[in-house]
């Protein structure tokens, strides 16, 4: 009976041996392997059950030999954890920095060219006509270098419009939100909660500490990896290996089931559905799909729990969060509001002033040697409004005014129209009506390059736009440094995670090199017993 118990431990350490260098094997032929971690074996004494006592043969049978305990697989849960935050910050800060370089080529103009030049022109016109306010020549090359101003901030909105539009949609239609970029952001995501739900159903029906659970477990970190790219998730890990997942406190993933998943909708469908503003273009809803295709709402508008990653990246960037941080949102505002501020600067000059003010006049276009008072309707800037059923009308409301739709007033542009431009200015109603070469209404209009706007904070027009530029280009510079420095954080990480989860050929050539020896020994211990025994089989014949 020794000699047979010595025959089975020498055989389960041969199993056990064999097994151990099929791990090495395993490890090496997946050193190149994405996400791999590691493996290696743990072995144990095999016992036999008994009472032993002082009896040492009952402790001779109690020896079994082998066993492999587990196979572990190099991991650590907090440095898994604290990478995918890392990561979902990096695309979050890489997005970021891609629109804020979008934004400064919108307004990477030559010198003397775009709306700083346009604005250089147009008070060079009213230099101009200050010289020469009774001038034909001086009046029409105001009127264009204001057009070309308006027409500047026009073409500038565009492409701040055309600019999120491309990230997030229009707003309004579905078509343009699909062939946005968060769109297709959200469909990847949405595909990867599938394959986690079929990592967890796999892992719930295989034991852990086996080579298919490790390897399973792998699949499912790289799988919550790459989920982080897209938003920042919480995760909760069970005992099986499965995970929860949710964004902010919204769950998406249950151990084998979807419970939640993305959807997205234009702003103006959120609105017709729920009666409520969005601040996005796009909002992200949480909903579960039914049987029959529709859709259960879990969480309306969930664009503030996704903060992070690249969908978190593009989401906010076309808003104005009123939080300081420069977007094509905040960049769309402070333009509006230089547009409005001009047209509210110079509208008020050009109508009729009252006696606190005094009062403005204008040249008769019937009796062009003849001064007239303005009326207050003499608007120098109005708005171009498109109506639902595509007509166009004007608006005189300055509240209206932005800078998409800001134009010169048809008041300008109407025939005789370049002699409603004031010129003159006086403090009293008493006035020599004789005299159009008063040019102090112009000197007021040319002194608004320099005043100090309460609605530019307490900056004047120029000093104003100067500022938003250069707020482009330091909020990208300042991107810049945060990414780079993400990305050397991420890339430390990856090292920590090379160095803990990936495979050192030297630590396997050390394994490979004792398992062998283990094996090649019980292979000697098999044949001598199995020696002994044709021994004594031999002798009982």
């Known amino acids: ?30 050193m190149n ?47 898994n954890n604290y990478y995918r935050q890392q990561l979902s910050e990096k695309n979050k800060l890489e997005q970021q920095l891609g629109n804020l370089d979008d934004l400064a080529k919108i307004f990477d103009d030559l010198e003397g060219q775009g709306i700083d ?41 565009v492409q701040l419009s055309k600019m999120t539009g491309e990230a997030l949609g229009d707003g309004k239609t579905e078509e343009s939100l699909k062939n ?19 990592v967890n159903k796999a892992l719930q029906t295989t034991q852990t500490g086996t080579l298919t659970a490790n390897n399973l477990l792998d699949k499912r970190d790289l799988i919550l990896h790459d989920m982080s790219q897209y938003v920042d998730l919480n995760v909760e890990e069970h005992a099986n290996g499965t995970v929860d ?14 419970v939640g998943q993305l959807d997205i909708e234009t702003a103006a469908a959120y609105k017709q559905r729920t009666g409520l503003d969005s601040k996005e273009a796009a909002v992200i809803n949480i909903v579960q799909i039914e049987e029959d295709g529709s859709k259960s709402y879990i969480k309306n508008n969930a664009n503030d729990d996704i903060q992070g990653g690249s969908i978190g990246g593009l989401l906010h960037f076309g808003t104005d969060n009123q939080d300081g941080q420069v977007t094509a949102g905040s960049v769309q505002t402070s333009l509006d509001k230089l547009a409005q501020t001009v047209a509210k600067i110079f509208n008020e000059l050009n109508t009729a002033y009252d006696s606190t003010n005094g009062y403005a006049y204008k040249i008769n276009a019937s009796k062009t040697d ?79 390059r320099t005043e100090k706007q309460a609605d530019l904070q307490n900056m004047s027009i120029e000093d104003f736009y ?12 300042s991107t810049r440094t945060l990414y780079e420095t993400q990305v050397d954080v991420v890339d430390s990480l990856e090292n920590q995670l090379d160095s803990a989860y990936g ?29 002994c025994l044709d021994t004594l089989m031999s002798l009982g014949r």
């Open 33 to 79: 392997t994405e996400g791999y971690h590691k493996q290696r074996v743990n072995l144990e004494a095999r016992n036999i059950a008994g009472q032993i006592g002082d009896n040492p043969n009952n402790q001779v049978r109690a020896n079994g030999g082998v066993k492999i305990a587990n196979v572990m697989r190099y991991n650590d849960d907090y440095l």
């Open 503 to 531: 495979v050192d050929l030297n630590e396997e050539l050390v394994d490979l090199v004792k398992y062998q020896t283990a094996y090649a020994a019980a292979a000697q211990v098999f044949n001598v017993v199995n020696s």
């Open 245 to 258: 997942v949710s964004v902010g406190d919204t769950p998406l993933v249950k151990s084998t089931k979807i």
């Open 117 to 157: 030049g346009a604005l250089g022109d147009f008070y060079e016109a009213l230099n101009n006509l200050q010289q020469y306010p009774a001038s034909a020549t001086a009046r029409t090359n105001f009127i264009e270098r204001a057009k070309t101003l308006t027409s500047t901030l026009n073409a500038k909105s």
């Open 1 to 30: 009976m020794n000699l047979l118990s010595s025959l089975n431990i020498s055989a389960g350490a041969l199993s056990v041996n064999e097994k151990a260098i099929s791990v090495v094997s395993h490890n090496v032929s997946n």
């Open 370 to 448: 003849e001064l007239e008072a303005t009326t207050p309707d003499n608007d120098m800037f109005s708005a171009k409004i498109v109506n639902a059923d595509g007509s166009v009308t004007e608006s005189h409301n300055v509240d209206d005014i932005t800078a998409g739709n800001i134009r010169v007033s048809s008041n300008l542009l109407k025939t005789d129209g370049i002699w409603n431009i004031a010129c003159a200015h006086f403090d009293t109603p008493d006035v020599d009506v004789h005299a159009v070469g008063n040019a102090q209404n112009v000197i007021k209009m040319l002194g608004t």
């Open 180 to 198: 946005s970029r968060i769109y297709t952001q959200y469909r990847d995501f949405n595909s990867t909660l599938e394959e986690l739900a079929a």
């Open 466 to 477: 100067s500022s938003m530029v250069g707020g482009i280009a330091a909020a990208g510079d």
